[in-house]
């Protein structure tokens, strides 16, 4: 039988990291089976989901080029198919119409509680016939029977859940629309689904669905629930830890496979393998390689990663990515050509996000407005050394050889070392002391460009004495 995997969103939010991880982690086991994978928005909650997040959802899925076979699939569009299974569990005396009042239920609960009890339905209306009954909920009929629920978490193993701990609880909102154990049961046989893969905040959700799943005489799937993402408190990760949107990191500059890569090894490992391509993710994926235990969510390792795969991308390529970043900082569109590739190489290996890159690589669009204070007071006391590197660089031929030959002779009339000589160049076209190398930066800015600035730093430099 092939395998079938989804990921299943309720689009009340921005997709986040851990909502992520476990489409990946899906994905990954679809594709290493040769199996299936699908999309589905579970946007039943019509008060809480909004349609822009399922937009962001599917956009996050195409940033992060994660591509589902089937859907995506809506579950508010699917309102007709739960309606003939919520009937035949009514018309078999598997669920029932519950008209109890809010006030009910809320006296209930504070009675319980008052008592020591876990509040849970009484099953006041589960004799009852409320045919006629306008305004109710369905409820599902819990089996009386003595059995436990058992099933074997393909992560955790045996899981016994007593029925004790369940009550008949509601799967058709007073809206008439189902809650999400229901339409999840109803999805999931329909579309095959053979395993599912999900957080294990899942896990009390899972024996209602077993249940329901018998009801309908639906094969029951196979389950993995993977332990939740911490914060480095070892509480669960949360935005006090640092950004959960998976947009977010794609606005911070983070390569999407980089992402992926982190993701990956929050739970699966391969012997101490950090780096994987999507087809070694693939080949390796395997369940049994996810641990038991949770993992810590490290911003500075993602960022590391980030920053390798940066170093290790095709520049050309490279150079798409961060165009979008470069041209939101300059406000105006940037083309790429050969010079613009050239640029990115220039920072590629430096920097470890595409927005820093892009500020790496601002100078070039940019003659420098103010020179760093600091880096000003400490290499650029002598004039004269601009003054006579420049008229050295108007007359020579405009190559990596001349410009070199050029500082040697300026090194050795000065009695100085390489930097005292790279720094206030670097200055005068950068503005800064930390930049990609001088002769790479004079090449790429050109002789004219080049020279401009260094007049117009020594300019500066002269009206300030
Ligand atoms: N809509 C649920 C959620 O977002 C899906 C859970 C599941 O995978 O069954 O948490």
Same mark, same amino acid.
């Given at each position: 039988m092939s395998i079938i995997t989804r990921f299943a969103p309720s689009p009340t939010g921005f997709l986040h990291i851990g909502g992520l991880r476990t489409a990946l982690f899906n994905y990954l086991y679809a594709r290493h089976n040769n199996g299936k994978f699908i999309l589905r928005i579970e946007d039943t909650d019509s008060e809480r989901s909004e349609e822009r997040f399922s937009d962001l959802i599917i956009k996050a899925f195409r940033w992060v080029d994660l591509k589902f076979d089937d859907g995506p699939y809506f579950q508010s569009q699917r309102g007709e198919i739960y309606s003939k299974y919520i009937d035949r569990l009514i018309e078999e005396g598997k669920a029932y119409k519950c008209c109890c009042s809010r006030e009910r239920l809320k006296k209930l609960k504070e009675s319980q509680t008052a008592n020591g009890i876990k509040p849970h339905y009484d099953g006041f209306c589960r004799g009852t016939n409320n045919e006629a009954a306008e305004n109710f909920t369905i409820r599902f009929k819990l089996p009386k029977t003595d059995e436990n629920i058992e099933f074997d978490d393909l992560i955790h193993g045996k899981i016994l859940i007593n029925l004790s701990e369940i009550d008949d609880f509601i799967i058709v909102r007073s809206n008439g629309i189902p809650m999400y154990n229901f339409a999840c049961v109803v999805d999931d046989a329909l579309m095959g689904v053979t395993?599912?893969?999900?957080?294990?905040d899942h896990l009390s959700n899972t024996s209602k669905q077993i249940l329901l799943c018998r009801a309908l005489g639906f094969d029951i799937p196979r389950y993995a629930h993977v332990p939740m993402i911490l914060g480095a408190d070892k509480k669960r990760f949360s935005k006090r830890h640092g950004a959960i949107s998976v947009n977010v990191y794609k606005e911070e500059g983070y390569l999407p496979d980089a992402l992926l890569n982190y993701l990956v090894r929050l739970g699966f490992s391969?012997?101490?393998q950090e780096i994987f391509s999507m087809e070694e993710m693939i080949r390796y994926f395997d %369940?049994?390689? @996810?641990? !038991?235990?949770?993992?810590?969510?490290?911003p500075s390792k993602l960022l590391w990663l980030n920053a390798v795969y940066i170093k290790n991308r095709v520049p050309s390529i490279l150079a798409e990515e961060v165009l979008p970043f470069i041209s939101a900082l300059l406000g105006t569109t940037v083309k790429i050509d050969e010079k613009f590739v050239e640029m990115v190489k220039t920072v590629q290996q430096r920097a470890k996000t595409l927005k820093e890159m892009a500020?790496?690589?601002?100078?070039?669009?940019?003659?420098?407005?103010?020179?760093?204070?600091?880096?000003?007071?400490?290499?650029?006391?002598?004039i004269d050394l601009l003054?006579? %590197?420049?008229? @050295?660089? !108007?007359?020579?031929?405009?190559?990596?050889?001349?410009l070199k030959k050029i500082?040697?002779?300026?090194m050795d009339e000065f009695q100085l070392k390489m930097l005292k000589?790279?720094?206030?160049?670097?200055?005068?076209?950068?503005g800064k002391t930390v930049s990609p190398g001088i002769y790479e930066m004079l090449l790429i800015l050109g002789k004219e460009e080049s020279l401009k600035r260094m007049e117009r730093f020594i300019k500066f430099l002269n009206a300030k004495v």
């Open positions: 395993d599912i893969i999900r957080g294990d391969y012997n101490d %369940i049994k390689r @996810l641990g !038991k235990s949770a993992s810590v969510f490290n500020d790496q690589m601002r100078f070039y669009f940019e003659t420098p407005s103010d020179y760093e204070e600091k880096g000003v007071k400490k290499y650029c006391s002598s003054n006579k %590197i420049m008229l @050295l660089m !108007k007359d020579v031929q405009w190559n990596e050889s001349e500082a040697q002779n300026v000589i790279a720094q206030p160049i670097r200055i005068a076209l950068t």
